[in-house]
Each structure stands twice: as structure tokens, then as C-alpha cells.
């Protein structure tokens, strides 16, 4: 093996590593589902009035 060409393979190495760690990670997440019933991807908000979550809630 040429001296140059061990420390790209490592770094390809790492590199799908990487990948596949995060796919794995990634169908993890999808197969748990959403953290709360309500919670949707872009739906904002979260809590439900009167929890104490809201902003901006006063002293």
C-alpha cells in the first residue's frame, strides 16, 4: 500500500461510519414517533394553556 493511500481510506472509513451511524440513528428516531401526541413538525406552540409553558407568562 502506497504511504498516501492509508489515510484516505481511513477517512473514507469515518466518513461511512458516520452515515451509517446516522441512518441508524434517523430510523431510531422515525420508528419511536413523535415526542408528544400533538406534536407535529412546523406545528409551533406545544403546550397546552395553563400548563405554565406558555411565553411570556406573568409573576
Known amino acids: 500500500m502506497t504511504p498516501g493511500g492509508r489515510p484516505l481510506s481511513v477517512l473514507a472509513g469515518f466518513a461511512l461510519l458516520l452515515v451509517v451511524v446516522f441512518v441508524v440513528a434517523f430510523?431510531?428516531?422515525?420508528?419511536a414517533g413523535?415526542?408528544?401526541?400533538?406534536?407535529?413538525?412546523?406545528?409551533g406552540g406545544g403546550g397546552?394553556?395553563?400548563?405554565?409553558?406558555?411565553?411570556?407568562?406573568g409573576r
Open 34 to 43: 413523535p415526542v408528544t401526541p400533538g406534536l407535529t413538525p412546523g406545528g
Open 48 to 57: 397546552k394553556p395553563g400548563t405554565g409553558h406558555e411565553m411570556g407568562a
Open 27 to 31: 430510523a431510531v428516531g422515525r420508528g
